[in-house]
């Protein structure tokens, strides 16, 4: 399970692939804020893509336009090859695009094992109506997310809470748990708003871990914002670096380390 740091392989052992989601010439404007200035970049298949830059630096609007909460007025998003329009929200999970959230978005007064059945949802293809006339349909549907929901709780080593209420667990389970419920959509891009906002450290090496994990062994590519740039540096293939809405860097962890403008923009700022 203990997969080394994203750095250190090599492009053909991390089965990085062709460009799975290209944003062309994004601007995201909320009256005369201008959140996102003109960026462009791509996300290619089996890769951790990291998004980055200091408070107030547009990352968080940059998240919600990839998972289609927020429409750009300027600029084009493609997916696998298609241009995409605006999208509702279950047409956002149907795509393939599962998210966790800053703060937590978890069902506190149930299971931890209920919570991460939700994940499935969209993945339900009998209606409910139908479970009634077609029961061994349904039954199949019904093992079968069971089955997944298994391997992903076995895998981020959560089956001794599994029935416990996810409101008693601390900080750093209730992350991981929404982790797991991201991945029982099998997504074909895991969104993370802040993995690691809030934790301490040795939570923050088990989330490294889990991250570099799930992407290893399932091959689940990930795009992920965070302010903390010692984190993201040793997790991600590629990072994009944001500052007051424009893009200053954008390559691999060295590339970006090594660039002046965001050695400039981080200076003297108060990270986590
Ligand atoms: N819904 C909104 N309405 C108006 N302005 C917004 C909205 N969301 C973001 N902004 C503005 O857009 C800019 C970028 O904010 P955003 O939250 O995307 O940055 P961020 O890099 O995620 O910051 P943080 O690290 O503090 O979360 C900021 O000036 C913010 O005030």
Redesign the pocket.
Known sequence: MNAAPAAELTTEDRRIGPVMMDLKNITLR??G?V?IKDISFDIREGEIRAII??????????LNVISGFYVPQEGEIWFEGKKRGPMKPYEVARLGLARTF?NIALFDGMSVLDNIMTGRLNRMKAPIWSQALWWGRAEREEDENREQVEKIIDFLEIQNIRKTPVGRLPYGLKKRVELARALAAEPRILLLD?PMAGMNVEEKEDMCRFILDVNDEFGTTIAL?E?DMGVVMDLSDRVVV?DY?RKIGDGTPDEVRGNPEVISAYLGVAHE
Do not use: D, L, T, W
């Open positions: 909320f009256g804020v959140a830059g200091p408070n107030g630096a547009g990352k968080s609007s940059m800053q802040e914002i302010h944001m809405g």
